[in-house]
């Protein structure tokens, strides 16, 4: 599957960006969903996931509150809503496809290429 992440720019604190992650090759129902998140100099952080039918969704500590997954199964789509954005979070932001989902482990077996979200202060 070739996932597609979009939606990324510079905002200012406080603001509000949505990211979509759009599917080819296979159909989006197929995978449990997440997103990541890469600052410079940091290591890739989990900022959350959806299982499959979209039931069941879990988030980062850091993100918890602020952001929203969803998914649209129909549209090929999975989004991340970001609200109050804070200039820490300020990274490349990836989606990602898994075969199986649980509250304790996501484990892509596919990449998007990332969005940038830059956050002024």
């Known amino acids: 599957v070739q996932l597609q992440a979009s939606g990324g720019g510079l905002v200012q604190a406080g603001a509000s960006l949505r990211l979509s992650c759009t599917a080819s090759?296979?159909?989006?129902?197929?995978?449990?969903m997440g997103w990541f998140r890469q600052a410079p100099g940091k290591p890739r952080e989990f900022v959350g996931a959806?299982?499959?039918?979209?039931?069941?969704?879990r988030y980062a500590d850091s993100t918890k509150g602020r952001f929203t997954i969803s998914r649209d199964n129909a549209k090929n789509t999975v989004y991340l809503q970001t609200n109050s954005l804070k200039p820490e979070d300020t990274a490349v932001y990836y989606c990602?496809?898994?075969?199986?989902?649980?509250?304790?482990?996501?484990?892509?077996?596919?990449w998007g290429q990332g969005t940038q979200v830059t956050v002024s202060s």
């Open positions: 990602a496809a898994a075969p199986s989902y649980s509250q304790v482990q996501f484990t892509p077996n596919y």
């Open positions: 090759g296979r159909t989006l129902s197929s995978y449990a």
């Open positions: 959806i299982r499959r039918d979209g039931g069941s969704i």
